[in-house]
């Protein structure tokens, strides 16, 4: 559906890439196929390959193909949510007695999906502080066969060395996966650093809107990625023409909303270094912080997303809260509007008494773009 760009920056093919004009009317924003199947020109005739709406639609090729351009990669896949794409990774990718390494701080909903669903079919999975390349080395055994990342992670902002980790995957004969969804192929592109496989809630940053639900996989090597669209057209959790339409469109604003983002966190953590209530700031724009380095290495700016604790503990936190009136308490991230939460109480509620527990006195702010002066005076009002 796409011509084939000979533009390598990110902020034009965000715009570009997938995104040509309708040949029938020369509408510049791909059409929104709302089609379940297609008329074939005789038996096996099919227009474009296009026969089924699971197995392929117009407008989720436009999106595909914006999002491998934007990864880097030779196969990009959307799916109905960020789980479903990671569901389809696991089940294309693993049989009963693999292994997989996951992060010691990652997305409850990763988390829940590997304890409680991926466990029940006989895969195993471990946990390693993915922040250190020898813990991860360590973790590998001879039923490995991912090593699952999430950087910056959800909740506490850790960094892994994407590059490090991936001379572990590749000596180990182990595929890498990376989480990019807090970063953002804006931000970081994690394939350029050797990930085998990039995952994203689409839901998030790339949608930016707060409107649409949506999940993919880009793969590095075009054979996974075949076996990928396999099992993407067999599982059948695929994103509808109308959802892959919005994250298009929002993807194209991607860039000017992540340096906003990026500068409004920037700014909102100079404030809470500084508030005597907050004890400590989760943020890899600190210098203090331990990725800070590598953050600044392999990430074009440090993001939106800050956590941060409070004096008072669980209770405490809460009331910051259910304080906010600019920052809306809610759950998910990355939407232009600024939405602040409780992990222990909310996102990652399901990691409690795991390894993967995070603070009671956490608090996680996902920073929109409105005024960087409105979010601080909010801030402060709720921490009182």
Known sequence: MSDQHSFHSLETLAIHAGNTADPLTGAVVPPIYQVSTYKQDGVGGLRGGYEYSRSANPTRTALEENLAALEGGRRGLAFASGLAAED??????????????????????????????????????????TSDAAAVRAAVTENTKLIWVETPSNPLLGITDIAAVAEVARSSNVKLVVDNTFASPYLQQPISLGADIVVHSLTKYMG?????????LI????????????????????????????????IKTLP?????????AGRLVEMLTRHPKVTEVLYPGLPEHPGHEIAAKQMKSFGGMVSFRVQGGEEAAVEVCNRTKLFTLGESLGGVESLIEHPGRMTHASVAGSALEVPADLVRASVGIESADDLIADLQQALG
């Open 88 to 129: 389809c990774l696991l089940r294309a990718l693993l049989e009963p007695g693999d292994h997989v390494v996951i992060p010691n701080d990652a997305y409850g909903g990763t988390f829940r999906l590997f304890a409680k669903v991926v466990s029940r079919w006989g895969v195993s999975w471990s946990v390693a502080d």
């Open 219 to 250: 793969a590095a090597d075009a054979s996974v990625g075949e076996e990928l669209a396999y099992h993407q057209n067999a599982m059948g959790a695929v994103a509808g023409p109308f959802d892959a339409w919005l994250v298009l469109r929002g």
């Open 256 to 264: 000017v909303r992540m340096d906003r983002h990026s500068e409004n």
């Open 208 to 216: 930016g809107h707060s409107d649409v639900v949506g999940g993919a």
